[in-house]
């Protein structure tokens, strides 16, 4: 016994597993790390636990909308966002425009997805360095915006709510009303969050200088949302690359300035989803100031969907970056092939290159400052 | 900025016109068929070029195409710089599915290409780990080939339906 210990100690390089089942993997994720003592020499990351194979029942599905439900359990706790994603990529293959009232309620509904969700993100991140209180807060304000879901979709988290061409149905009476009452509460709440966590002494010593992404290794890498942005590159799809109405809407894009630190590190892509969420509070104030009163939201959903031969690729900005599809038509009633381009994905396979000399417990909190959903990078 | 055929005649002027072809459908964004052979010089080349810096690649995906027993991979570009985009494709037979890797030119495509093999079985020649990503290393099959048959028990246990 004595003289294995002592192996080890001299040795001093060993493997060992972070997950499946760790709590800070944020799902079933599982790295294996290369040490030398406390220091990580390589990062492996293990992926693939809920792998369903969305992209085939997607392609065996006798209907483009029934896809729906399925991209709604990609991301799903930004579900809204997803479905955005695929509902725009199919109307363009269509080439359908949607009713003024529809592309209102999406971007609403989408903006306060991306709060709901960076909500979590932030959450979770604190807690996973040991900020319990936070957490609570965070979810807090995160019920509210579920419940104002609840209402209209019937669902707290998988919606099934954008169709193609419309919405299921129109909003819940008390919607406007019940958004104006959020927006409202919700502006202290985030000077109360910069105030626990943000500035927190221990807090930035934990994040400050950690995980460093350079511009030039991000692009490379193809990171795009918070991650991308975090290190400094004024690049959102709203503004970029417009879809759905963005380009109406007066808001700004956050980007990490090396505030506390090196500029792309954990502590920057933090502050990006805090800063974000300022901007999506804006762009619902103008977008229900904007949106009609009457107008049938189901009028514009088309009976049967057979687009024509044809192939593209459509981006939407979801909370976690860019989300693509891209879907080959074959003129039959089911796409030929669907592929899902999730933002988590691609930041899971940049994780090696940033923990690279990082100490053990630091790969905490890069992987929290990625802030990656494992039912998006398995689909 | 440039347009998908402005980037083509580029494109030709630089390579030639036998390897590359120009292509588009009814609906949606045309794309360029490049030989198998010459992906990775075009790649290079629309990555570095002054007139072009694709510096990232958005999405890199395979496709089986069963009618012609060929197998694809479509590259999707994104200059941030220039704010244009290009569509690439390769197709190889499926009794030959070699494919020289772009890892070397943009790094995003390590996982892509791995998830490329693992789904529909195309190989990634000077791939770094050519490995399968979310499926087990000893599975059997692509399951997004067309004919794709499920085994029935993997390593003892049944599969289901």
Redesign the interface.
């Known amino acids: 016994m004595t003289d294995q210990i002592s192996n080890i100690a001299e040795k001093r390089e060993m493997t060992i597993n972070m997950g499946p089942q760790h709590p800070s993997t944020h799902g079933v994720l599982r790295l294996e790390l290369d040490l030398d003592g406390e220091v990580i020499k390589n990062t492996r990351p293990n992926?693939?636990y809920l792998?369903r194979?969305f992209?085939?029942y997607a392609?065996e599905m006798d209907d483009y909308s029934k896809v729906i439900p399925y991209t709604d359990r990609m991301d799903y706790v930004s579900a809204m966002n997803q479905e955005h994603g695929y509902v725009i990529a199919v109307e363009?293959?269509l080439?359908i425009e949607v009713p003024e009232r529809v592309e209102y309620i999406r971007v609403i509904m989408a903006e306060m997805q991306r709060i709901a969700s960076h909500l979590l993100g932030i959450g979770a991140f604190g807690l996973d360095l040991g900020a319990f209180t936070p957490f609570l807060y965070c979810f807090i304000e995160r019920e509210k915006i579920l419940d104002i879901f609840e209402k209209t979709s019937g669902a707290r988290l998988l919606y099934n709510y954008y169709a193609i061409g419309g919405m299921i149905k129109d909003v819940h009476p008390d919607f406007k009303k019940d958004t104006n009452e959020f927006v409202k509460t919700f502006r202290p709440k985030i000077k109360e969050l910069n105030d626990l966590l943000s500035g927190n002494k221990i807090f930035i010593k934990r994040t400050a200088n950690i995980g460093v992404l350079p511009e030039k290794?991000a692009?490379?890498?193809?990171a795009s949302g918070p991650v991308l942005r975090g290190s400094g590159?004024e690049?959102d799809l709203r503004k970029?690359?417009p879809y759905s109405i963005y380009d109406r809407f007066d808001f700004e894009i956050p980007i990490g300035k090396g505030e506390m630190g090196t500029l792309g590190d954990c502590w920057d892509r933090y502050i990006v989803r805090v800063r974000e969420m300022e901007q999506s509070l804006r762009i619902i104030e103008q977008a229900l100031e904007g949106m009609p009163d009457e107008g049938d939201v189901t009028e514009g959903i088309p009976k049967r969907i057979r687009?024509?031969?044809?192939?593209?690729?459509a981006?939407s900005e979801t909370p976690r970056g860019?989300l693509?599809y891209?879907i080959?038509?074959d003129k039959s009633a089911s796409p030929f092939?669907v592929?899902a381009?999730a933002p988590s994905?691609?930041h899971?396979?940049?994780l090696p290159?940033i923990s690279k000399g990082a100490l053990i417990a630091d790969m905490v909190a890069i992987v929290g400052s990625i802030d990656i959903v494992l039912g998006e990078v398995?689909? | 900025m440039k347009t998908p055929e402005e980037i083509f005649n580029y494109l030709t002027n630089q390579f030639g016109e036998e390897d590359l072809s120009f292509e588009?459908?009814?609906?949606?964004?045309p794309?360029i068929t490049v030989l198998a052979s010459k992906i990775r010089e075009v790649s290079k080349f629309l990555r570095d070029d002054s007139e072009l810096l694709f510096?990232?690649?958005?999405?890199l995906?395979g496709?089986h195409y069963p009618k012609e027993e060929e197998l694809g991979v479509?590259y999707?570009l994104h200059s941030?710089k220039l704010?244009h985009?290009i569509?690439l494709k390769v197709r190889v037979p499926e009794s030959k599915p070699n494919v020289p890797s772009v890892e070397s030119i943009?790094?995003?495509a390590?996982?892509h290409e791995r998830e490329a093999w693992d789904?529909v079985g195309v190989v990634f020649d000077d791939h770094p780990n050519h490995k399968r990503?979310?499926?087990?290393d000893d599975w059997e099959g692509h399951?997004?080939r067309k004919d794709y048959v499920q085994q029935e028990f993997y390593q003892g246990m049944p599969t289901g339906e």
Request: glycine share 8%.
């Open positions: 992926i693939g792998h194979c992209e085939k392609e363009r293959m080439e290794v692009l490379n890498y193809g590159v690049w970029n690359d687009p024509k031969e044809g192939e593209l690729y981006r860019e693509g891209y080959i038509s092939r592929k381009r994905f691609v899971l396979g940049l290159a398995d689909r | 588009s459908r009814d609906i949606g964004q794309w510096d990232t690649l958005m999405c995906s496709i479509a999707h941030t704010t985009n569509a943009w790094k995003t390590n996982w789904m990503i979310l499926l087990p399951p997004l």
